[in-house]
């Protein structure tokens, strides 16, 4: 693998701004405790002030403060980003990567079970099951773990079917090692930039189902939640409060999407080496 | 009808075409030959004006500079006056299309005729082209590699173009198909101008009229395609046609030396050339005629090694050696075949000085030798028939092949140890302290024979005249002498004169032959040819003879 | 044609979601009635129709016999019954279908043909300028969530410039017909079809521009070009109608996202469709309607993709033989 994932954010401005981005949010969900003055679920002031001094994005339906609301909702998005990825990408490298190197019967079925959860439209599975379990924070990882490394296991498999082609492999398979070693000691290191990608990817979607769900009124309440803020605005559309309530959510929310996925398409040549060469873009 | 003026191509400030000539007649068949990398794609598609590189110079079609077309002008002209047919890689035909379909695109987007027209001449071209009828509308994955590039032959003749290119037409492609493409590129081909670009020697030899060699971007010989492949003149070309695996040629593969790098000075070939000299190195030889062929290269071409002309020595009453002229061209093996008693090692001899020759005189490239000092020795040598007898049984192998080098008095003694070590590698000899000390009588004849190369060879002479020097070997041993002088060759260029009764040793390190009977000449020529067709009668028994043996063997 | 793999897949899929379908209220600790028709619904029940569904899904029986009762209901085409709506679910669903039906299949068609269109135009300039404007412009589209997109236009277009209608499919009680109706309905459509298809533009877009990009590479682009094609025909005849086809096979998965999408957008504007459907359900606790939407919307995009499959060797001569 010469083709470094580090090498490809750097050609890309577009990479670039994306990590930009993600790296100020970061900094808003780390340093939150630092940045505001009000607890974010504590009643604050009355309701629907506009933004002040005292409250510098305003307050909510509720007299909550919109900004303290904002950066412990960005800590909610990236945790859960950031755990179903590392969950998802983690069962994605397993069950891809075992498929297929034990090739067969097993990778057959496990490959046409990947298909039909790729086919399945997964939120509206995710919608059932969180109108029945009302999740947690914990249960809405768990859920969306288990649902989103399909797209992964694909990609890991057809990597690995060409990884185990390589010399290497071959080699240590001729010393008597085992799948289990192989997996571990080959082919995951060489899936690391691919990993990579699927890693970025996963948690983009989850950042953006975690806020769907929140924004269908099915998540824990209790969460603060860019989603939940927007479902709580939404209300009252009617008034001009969502100038502060509705629009700031919304923003942090797109801006977060948005750097994921430039982030993600400057590592699209991981993938494709054939798309290298996006000069500026 | 084609003309192309100093054309320089760069891809990304890597020079890839230098400075081509070359021209193209009407009528004519013109093949690139070289290997992969040379340049000789680039040079089809800048012609098309398909390159995304930078092209200068000037490519004149008709009269009218390529170069200079605009885009709309340059696509008219595709297709309708110049096709290609390309190297049938994965994918040339479009994989969603039906051949058919693809045949009669060019016609109805130039708007030569109208679909149903179209659709019928595509039909006629693709059956004369050899495929058939039901495979008309199928995809390209559908058909063989074979019925591909027959399709492929059949989508270049559609627009009628004046010039056709060919990259690679036979590649990719069994044995028998090739011969049935050859014949229909052969039929098809007749009356049109057509520019061939192959690292085929087989297909450049029948297709083509004339032949063009090209190395690192550069065209560096041309000649009529006989001229070419039976007498090539570049060592370069020389080369390529060694290493290329033919029927008619009898010699063991030779491969050249080194690789290809980009971005030489001077000749590009120079790195890789066993008769570069200073110049080589510094300018860039020009592509200039010489008799009926044009050639780039500083000296001429291969070089007379070493010539002798009308050299005589009588013994008494007998002409052991009769008015015998011969070349040795640089880098390459004379074979001098004939019986006992031909006069073979009598004229070894006299080239040599080791006897007197009575008259004739010696050339070492193209200078006379008036004296044979040191200095002759240092650039000629020789290996003799016995080994055995050749080494002094006094001597140990150190001091037998450090001989020349006392002789010589060549450098301090520590030097010419470490030359004589690096000379017993190169002949494949151990260089531990005990081989050193090991005395003749001790070592095997295919050790001893090596010996004596190797001690023929510490003085790095330019000729070697070897002297049945397989003659007293076993033939296990005799193939794997054979096979040390031609790497040998191939990694310093020597130049050889190898004497042999055997025909059939002649045949496998030989590049030109000379044939002597009583002191004479009677026949000399390219190896191959001569193997193909002797002419003179005495020829032809000694290769009957040969053959008898190999029928017995 | 049908390969036999695709079967599979579509046949665990759909056992998946009726697997999913029938367990989860069963699951559900206390009692299934409550867990399938929800807390409200089981308060305002009479004894006499309690005792009515658990005969008619056999909830005091054996597992299997529920499944069997399950079956057969949806054999019939039975998805239960809404207490909130006081309706067959499968007549609630139907009512709403065209609705969606309206929204998702225009914005599949409009946002496959521009996105395959500028796909192809962009990755033929890439590099240059309308590639890299198009490029980031409809990268940053894609990052909106769609629901955050829908409010953004729903705030411009119909709270602050006031030009289109801020909720619903048609303009109540106003008893159009003919050419008025289409109008009003294109009307209420205009602002959930451009968020929906704006968002999810992004997705054909660059699959066709980088394939496209892959697809100039090819030998056969040369071969195209050496033949002094025009332009546009080397674009669209040689190497967009390779480039189509990722996308093309990836429309079942398409449709999904865009239902999902849907879902949110039809909530933010009140659209009513499934998705605004849903939302209600899950207002109201309705689980049958809940679980009847799923079914119907996985069945949806399963024969989406089977279609898909069926016309796949068409465009692509290849497909029928590579199997």
């Known amino acids: 693998m010469h083709i470094s994932p580090k090498r490809e954010l750097k050609r890309s401005s577009l990479g670039r701004v994306g990590i930009v981005l993600i790296v100020l949010v970061l900094i808003l969900a780390i340093f939150a405790p630092l940045l505001v003055r009000y607890e974010p679920s504590g009643q604050t002031a009355s309701a629907f002030e506009s933004p002040s001094l005292e409250h510098w994005l305003g307050t909510n339906h509720v007299g909550q403060d919109i900004w303290s609301q904002l950066a412990y909702g960005a800590r909610t998005s990236l945790l859960v980003g950031f755990s179903v990825a590392v969950f998802s990408v983690l069962l994605s490298a397993l069950i891809g990567a075992s498929a297929a190197l034990v090739g067969d019967r097993y990778d057959r079925i496990v490959m046409r079970i990947v298909d039909a959860l790729i086919v399945i439209p997964v939120v509206i599975v995710l919608v059932l099951l969180a109108a029945y379990i009302k999740p947690g924070i914990g249960y809405i990882i768990v859920i969306l773990s288990l649902l989103g490394w399909q797209f992964g296991a694909r990609v890991v498999r057809a990597q690995t079917l060409v990884l185990k082609e390589e010399m290497h492999v071959a080699a240590a398979k001729s010393f008597g090692a085992s799948n289990f070693y192989l997996i571990f000691r080959h082919i995951i290191p060489d899936l690391g930039p691919i990993l990579l990608v699927q890693f970025v990817y996963a948690a983009r979607r989850a950042i953006f189902m975690e806020a769907g769900l929140a924004f269908l009124g099915i998540a824990d309440p209790s969460i603060i939640s860019w989603g939940m803020m927007m479902h709580d605005a939404l209300g009252f559309c009617y008034l001009d409060v969502w100038r502060w309530c509705l629009i700031p959510p919304g923003v942090a929310l797109s801006l977060t999407v ?19 060469g996006e000069a500026g873009a | 009808m084609l003309r192309i003026e100093g054309l320089n191509v760069s891809y990304d400030s890597e020079r890839i075409l230098n400075g081509i000539d070359l021209e193209v007649k009407a009528g004519e068949t013109l093949a690139i030959i070289g290997e992969s990398g040379a340049g000789k794609t680039t040079l089809g598609l800048s012609i098309m004006g398909l390159l995304n590189g930078n092209a200068r110079g000037r490519i004149a079609f008709d009269g009218v500079d390529l170069l200079s077309l605009s885009k709309d002008e340059m696509r008219e002209l595709r297709w309708n006056r110049i096709a290609m047919v390309f190297q049938n890689d994965e994918d040339v035909l479009n994989p969603v299309h039906t ?25 006629q071209l693709l059956s004369e082209a050899g495929l058939s009828s039901d495979k008309f509308y199928a995809y390209p ?16 003749w559609a627009n009628e173009p004046e010039l056709i290119i060919l990259d690679e037409p036979l590649s990719s492609l069994d044995a028998v198909s090739r011969l049935e493409m050859m014949e229909l590129l052969k039929r098809m081909g007749r009356g049109r101008t057509i520019l061939v670009v192959t690292h085929d020697i087989t297909a450049a030899a029948n297709l083509a009229t004339s032949i063009a060699t090209m190395y690192g971007g550069r065209i560096v010989e041309r000649g009529a395609t006989p001229a070419v492949l039976y007498n090539p003149r570049h060592p370069y070309t020389r080369a390529l046609l060694r290493s290329y695996p033919g029927m008619a040629t009898g010699k063991d593969l030779q491969g050249i030396k080194g690789r290809m790098t980009r971005g030489v000075s001077g000749c590009p070939f120079h790195p890789r050339c066993t008769q570069a000299i200073e110049i080589c190195r510094r300018e860039v030889p020009l592509l200039v005629k010489y008799r009926e062929r044009l050639i780039a290269c500083h000296r001429g071409g291969i070089i007379p090694a070493l010539s002798v002309k009308g050299m005589s020595k009588s013994f008494g009453s007998v002409k052991a050696v009769d008015n015998v002229s011969l070349v040795i061209d640089g880098g390459g093996t004379l074979a001098l075949v004939g019986q006992s008693g031909s006069g073979k090692t009598t004229l070894a001899k006299a080239i040599t000085g080791i006897i007197k020759a009575d008259a004739g005189d010696v050339y070492l490239e193209g200078e006379k030798v008036s004296r044979r000092g040191k200095d002759f020795y240092r650039r ?30 060549i450098e301090t003694e520590a030097k010419r140890i470490n030359r004589v070590k690096k000379v017993l590698e190169e002949v494949e000899l151990s260089t531990s302290a005990d081989f050193l000390e090991e005395y003749p009588h001790h070592l095997s004849g295919g050790e001893l024979q090596r010996v004596t190369i190797a001690r023929a060879l510490v003085l790095d002479p330019q000729v070697l005249i070897a002297d049945e020097p397989t003659s007293f070997l076993d033939s296990s041993v005799q193939a794997k002498i054979l096979k040390l002088l031609l790497n040998l060759q191939e990694q310093r260029g020597l130049s ?29 020529g390219q190896s191959s040819g001569i193997l193909a067709s002797p002419a003179h009668p005495y020829t032809q028994s000694l290769l009957k003879a040969a053959q008898g043996n190999s029928q017995l063997g | 044609m049908i390969n036999k793999r695709n079967m599979a897949t579509y046949g665990i899929a759909l056992v998946f979601i009726l697997a999913l379908n029938f367990l989860l209220p069963r699951m559900m600790p206390g009692d299934p009635l409550m867990a399938i028709y929800g807390e409200d619904a089981l308060i305002q029940m009479t004894p006499e129709l309690k005792a009515h569904l658990v005969e008619r899904f056999a909830l005091d029986e054996p597992i299997w016999s529920q499944l069997g009762a399950y079956f057969w209901g949806l054999l019939r085409g039975d998805l239960g019954h809404s207490y909130y709506y006081n309706a067959p679910v499968s007549e609630v669903i139907l009512g709403r279908l065209p609705w969606t039906c309206l929204l998702v ?23 240059r300028k309308l590639d890299k404007s198009l490029l980031t412009g409809l990268m940053a589209l894609g990052g909106f969530p769609d629901f955050f997109l829908g409010i953004v236009l729903l705030l411009v277009f119909g709270v602050t410039l006031g030009l289109l209608p801020l909720a619903g499919a048609l303009t109540p009680y106003a008893e159009l017909s003919g050419l008025a109706l289409s109008l009003d309905i294109l009307k209420h459509l205009l602002l959930p079809l451009a968020s929906l298809t704006l968002c999810h533009i992004g997705g054909s877009y660059l699959l066709t521009r980088n394939t496209m990009i892959t697809v100039m590479q090819e030998p ?6 050496a033949k002094g094609l025009s332009d546009s025909q080397i674009r669209y005849h040689h190497a967009g109608r390779n480039s189509m086809l990722p996308v093309f ?3 079942g998965m398409w449709l999904g996202r865009l239902v999902t999408g849907a879902l949110f957008v039809e909530m933010v504007f009140a659209y009513p469709g499934l998705g605004y459907l849903t939302y209600e359900a899950l207002l109201a606790r309705d689980y049958p309607v809940l679980q009847g939407v799923l079914l119907m919307v996985a069945v949806f995009v399963l024969v989406a993709n089977l279609l898909v499959d069926l016309t796949y060797p068409k465009l692509d001569p290849r497909a029928s033989y590579a199997h």
């Open chain 1, 258 to 276: 948005l750097s994921i996925t430039f982030i993600g398409h400057a590592f699209e040549p991981v993938l494709d080496p054939r798309l290298r």
């Open chain 2, 99 to 123: 051949v058919l379909g693809q045949v009669l695109e060019p016609m109805v987007e130039h708007r030569l005729k109208n679909k149903e027209e179209a659709e019928q001449r595509a039909s």
């Open chain 2, 141 to 156: 994955y559908q058909l063989s590699g074979g019925e591909q590039q027959r399709a492929l032959v059949a989508m270049a």
């Open chain 2, 380 to 409: 000629v040598q020789m290996i003799f028939q016995k080994p055995g007898e050749a080494l002094s049984h006094r001597l140990s192998v150190l001091e037998a092949v450090k001989e020349p080098l006392d002789i010589q008095g």
């Open chain 2, 496 to 524: 050889m004169l190898f004497i042999t009764h055997d025909i059939a040793v002649a045949r496998k390190i030989s590049d030109r032959m000379a044939v002597m009977l009583g002191g004479k000449i009677i026949e000399e």
């Open chain 3, 105 to 127: 299949g225009s914005s599949l068609v409009l946002s496959t043909v521009l996105g395959v269109v500028l796909g192809i135009e962009s990755g033929w300039r890439r590099g």
């Open chain 3, 220 to 225: 056969y682009i040369l071969t195209a070009r």
């Open chain 3, 249 to 251: 096979t990836r429309t």
